[in-house]
């Protein structure tokens, strides 16, 4: 059995051939499985400390005074390590740091077999939520006590390295086969284990009852799913009775039940919406619970008539929660069974068919590729769906992806692959389930084609539901870059050896004597020089349309709406013309493709061949995808389309984002989606504004007579549970003191901190905002006096964020745009909430300024009827972060005064519940919130 060392080092920074220094360091030996010698030693780094490390290790300089020099421990150290695989946790940084150091003081370098358990993990747990040792500490349930000390992270690492080998060893072979393949590839040596483990197998027996075995890929067997055979017994009063009276069906399987009178309400109001083929909006404040609302009278209407029901949600993290927690504890408690299923777009899901192709190709594929392949091949020993939100992919690894997914699947019925195919697996579960699950990008998708993705449904519930009227916009409109085309164009390839149109030509040598493969390379450069030229000319027309200064959006990017009659004519013809260059160019590359196609499909009909058709037909696809978008978004003129450009003010001259969106969407959804349907059930927390849902109707195109509108009050006291303050004498934004009004946020905000200790979401409108902010409340405080976390700022996804704010104690976290919803922080991780300013968006956003212009054309304000809505139903998104329980107590402080000298103020206090409203000074604020709390 081989012998491995953990070692884990603590420095001053990151970079020794900056200066920096090791100032602890732990090693485990671990010898037939089991931890045989520990060691740790501080080692003295003749520097000063620097205070972030003190913070985050908890050592200080006082540790390490009298600890040795690293010289005076570096033979132990040596020695320890002879013979044995070196272990770390993101190795190249353990190994480069120690090696630097040991080179210093020997002049030598140690050479020794390597093993990465951040590499292992990715590979053998590809559905880990993240690699982080404290995330995998976590994942395996390993205690660590001491993070951030050496020893203690070594041991931990330790820990995981054997979880990592023990999964190893019980991979099919045929798995472990293909990881030796590409085992050159990876940071980790791991030959020479992997072998060892091939050669046990291939002379045992073993149990492949659970892998389905398919040209020398080894999947997890998958069950197909049975019909539904009871359904319930009684009418739906006495089921709803039933289900939430003490100790009924809810009680028994629920920790600390509550009777919900609003679930029951919610319950009552979709069963009726059913019954008499209704739409109905229903707002459902917090605490409502409205998913078991919802899923109770859908299931027992879809079971007793035995017609799915669908669920659209617009968050994945929605889609999870109700998959992975309520639907099985429903399946636990209702007195009937039902199935549930998943469905999501086709490019979600592995193509195994595509994958083995990849798998075997002779390609050059660089790090992230290796490692993505391993990763699946280990998945797929694990996953019941192949769907890509369960595995976390590197960078590199999702343009991969886009090779290997469902998207341009298509499949013989009469195949193997058929039967192994995951995206129609989830399609059959879908057609033999009884609740259907799926994203409002998915339902856009399925309303505006028509063509049924989502098995035919009559009743259907729309969760976050306010995002609908965006979300079917977008999938009715376009965006076109020139990024996309670039990525084709290289996704193609040419000439080169591994490119996809050399390896198909390769495979036809007959058809590469027949087509010129040079004149398909001039193709591809004539499109890529075209493009670039007419997406750099786009963007220096915009630049001098705006030379003024250029104010940018939330991701950094300045916008500009284009409206055909009132361009430049003559720079306007220029970009014609050179689109239709670009489309003449593009025309070429499908005929290329065509004649390829038409004499593939002539010379054979094996799965090879249907495979490069296959290819081919979706890349003709794609790039008649890019004419039809150029041809609408720079020669058609559409009255209901707007139509504009972002641009990447600090980014490359030809990075150029195109966009087109209705106008108005109203009158489609109604044709394409509510006439079709019996029952649209549209459900949210924010669907009404001063307790009318005329603005949510009016959006949508549905019509008032016809549709139910039921409003479900939050059961927290929020006269007890809220205090909303704000301040009377900030100096206002309104005439341009923009630097003044900020100062005067950031005291604030410092000051309420002190009072709550942190613990405080802070909602910006505008990116530009938070950045300033962020920097002036980093120079107001004392060092690290409050941990500061802000959105673009810190790195890490919106999750991370939230995680990050939660495991800091005295933590105030700066979010925009999406931190204004979906953000749940319970209890008293989050005691206050300060909303910036009121959240109306700019008047100068393209799709917001169109909208505008059609509302005044027809004669009607767009303040009343566009803007002032949107804001509040924003407002009342943001205030909702703050108490997610009935337990929760905060303060909520608005920093904008409009909301108490503004006409218009007294819509968005009258659309969140009562609660106690204070406008003083900002000293008297904080007094009493002070008192208060």
């Known amino acids: 059995m081989a012998k491995f060392v953990v070692v884990d080092l603590e420095t001053t920074g990151h970079s020794p051939k900056k200066g920096d220094k090791i100032i602890e360091i732990g090693m485990v030996t671990i010898e037939d499985g089991v931890i045989t010698d520990q060691y740790k030693s501080f080692i003295h780094p003749e520097q000063p400390i620097p205070s972030f490390i003190s913070q985050l290790t908890g050592i200080q300089d006082k540790d390490v005074q009298g600890a040795p020099l690293f010289d005076e421990i570096v033979d132990d150290v040596m020695s320890r390590l002879e013979g044995a695989y070196f272990v770390a946790h993101h190795v190249e940084f353990d190994l480069g740091f120690l090696n630097y150091a040991i080179q210093e003081v020997t002049g030598k370098q140690l050479t020794m077999p390597v093993l990465d358990t951040v590499e292992l993990a990715r590979i053998l747990m590809p559905q880990a939520p993240g690699y982080k040792l404290g995330q995998l500490a976590e994942y395996f349930k390993v205690s660590h006590k001491d993070p951030h000390r050496a020893l203690a992270d070594a041991f931990v690492t330790g820990e995981i390295l054997l979880k990592l080998l023990h999964k190893a060893k019980g991979l099919p072979y045929e798995t472990l086969s293909h990881l030796l393949q590409l085992e050159g590839k990876l940071k980790s040596d791991v030959s020479e284990l992997l072998q060892g483990v091939v050669n046990e197998k291939a002379f045992s027996v073993h149990d492949d009852s659970e892998m389905d075995l398919y040209r020398g890929i080894a999947v997890r067997k998958q069950e197909d799913p049975n019909e539904n055979n009871d359904e319930p017994q009684e009418g739906f009063a006495p089921f709803l009775e039933h289900t939430f009276k003490e100790n009924g069906y809810l009680h028994k399987y629920m920790e600390r039940y509550e009777d919900r009178e609003g679930q029951r309400e919610m319950a009552t109001t979709i069963y009726d919406a059913f019954q008499s083929h209704s739409h109905a909006l229903i707002e459902a404040e917090t605490g409502t619970g409205k998913s078991l609302g919802y899923l109770i009278p859908s299931l027992y209407e879809a079971v007793m008539t035995g017609e799915r029901i669908v669920v659209s949600t617009h968050t994945t993290q929605l889609q999870s929660q109700l998959i992975e927690k309520e639907l099985p504890f429903l399946q636990k408690s209702m007195p009937f069974s039902f199935k549930a299923a998943l469905l999501k777009g086709k490019q979600h899901y592995l193509s195994l068919k595509k994958f083995e192709h990849e798998l075997f190709s002779p390609t050059a594929d660089n790090y992230d590729v290796v490692l993505t392949k391993a990763m699946i091949l280990v998945w797929l020993t694990e996953t019941t769906t192949g769907d890509r939100d369960e595995i976390?992919?590197?960078?590199?690894?999702?343009?991969?992806?886009?090779?290997?997914?469902?998207?341009?699947?298509?499949?013989?019925?009469?195949?193997?692959?058929?039967?192994?195919?995951?995206?129609?697996?989830?399609?059959?579960?879908?057609?033999?389930?009884?609740?259907?699950?799926?994203?409002?990008?998915?339902?856009?998708?399925?309303?505006?084609?028509?063509?049924?993705?989502?098995?035919?449904?009559?009743?259907?519930?729309?969760?976050?539901?306010?995002?609908?009227?965006?979300?079917?916009?977008?999938?009715?409109?376009?965006?076109?870059?020139?990024?996309?085309?670039?990525y084709l164009i290289n996704e193609m390839g040419g000439n080169q050896k591994g490119d996809w149109m050399y390896n198909m030509l390769s495979s036809y040598p007959e058809l590469s004597m027949r087509l010129d493969l040079s004149k398909w390379d001039q193709y591809m450069q004539n499109i890529r020089e075209e493009a670039d030229e007419l997406f750099r000319y786009i963007f220096s027309y915009v630049i001098q349309k705006h030379n003024a200064e250029i104010s940018l959006n939330d991701v950094g990017r300045f916008q500009y709406r284009y409206q055909k009659e009132q361009e430049d004519p003559s720079a306007w013809r220029t970009i014609e013309e050179m689109t239709h260059r670009v489309s003449f160019y593009l025309r070429d590359a499908i005929q290329f493709l065509h004649h390829c196609k038409q004499y593939i499909t002539m010379a054979e009909t094996s799965n090879e061949a249907m495979r490069w058709t296959e290819d081919i037909s979706m890349y003709m696809e794609r790039l008649e995808t890019i004419i039809d978008g150029l041809r609408i978004l720079l020669i058609e003129d559409q009255a209901n389309l707007v139509k504009w450009i972002e641009l990447e003010a600090y980014g490359a001259k030809n990075a150029v984002f195109l966009y087109s969106e209705p106008i108005e969407i109203a009158s489609m959804l109604a044709e394409h989606f509510f006439n079709k349907k019996e029952s649209v059930i549209l459900t949210s927390a924010t669907l009404t504004m001063k307790d009318s849902f005329s603005f949510m109707l009016k959006r949508l195109g549905l019509s008032k007579e016809e549709t139910i509108q039921y409003k479900i009050p939050s059961p927290f006291k929020y006269e007890e549970q809220v205090q909303l303050l704000i301040p009377n004498d900030f100096p206002s934004v309104k005439y341009g003191d923009q630097e003044s009004f900020i100062h005067a946020t950031c005291e604030a905000i410092y000051s309420l901190a002190t009072v709550t200790e942190g613990r405080m979401l802070v909602l910006f409108t505008s990116y530009d905002m938070l950045k300033k902010t962020y920097y002036v409340m980093k120079e107001l405080m004392e060092q690290e006096e409050f941990m500061l976390i802000a959105q673009g700022i810190s790195s890490g996804s919106r999750t991370r964020l939230k995680k990050n704010f939660q495991a800091f104690d005295r933590s105030i976290l700066f979010g925009t745009s999406s931190f204004w919803e979906g953000v749940d922080i319970p209890g008293e991780d989050l005691t206050s909430l300060v909303i910036v300013r009121l959240p109306f968006q700019p008047p100068d956003h393209p799709v917001y300024e169109a909208k505008s212009q059609a509302l005044k054309e027809s004669g009607k304000n767009a303040f009343m009827e566009l803007s002032l809505p949107n804001a509040v139903l924003r407002f009342k998104q943001g205030f909702g972060r703050l108490i997610r329980s009935s337990s929760d107590r905060g303060i909520v402080l608005v920093c904008d005064d409009r909301i108490m000298k503004a006409k218009y103020g007294k819509y968005f206090l009258d659309s969140i519940p009562d609660l106690p409203v204070h406008f003083e000074s900002t000293t008297t604020l904080m007094k009493k919130a002070q008192d208060w709390l």
């Open 392 to 486: 976390q992919l590197p960078s590199s690894g999702q343009i991969f992806w886009r090779k290997v997914s469902a998207e341009a699947e298509n499949v013989d019925p009469k195949s193997s692959w058929y039967r192994l195919s995951f995206y129609q697996r989830a399609k059959k579960r879908a057609q033999k389930a009884n609740i259907i699950v799926t994203n409002h990008s998915l339902l856009c998708t399925d309303i505006i084609r028509s063509n049924g993705l989502i098995s035919s449904y009559k009743k259907i519930i729309v969760d976050e539901a306010h995002h609908l009227e965006a979300s079917a916009a977008k999938h009715f409109g376009l965006r076109l870059d020139y990024i996309t085309i670039q």
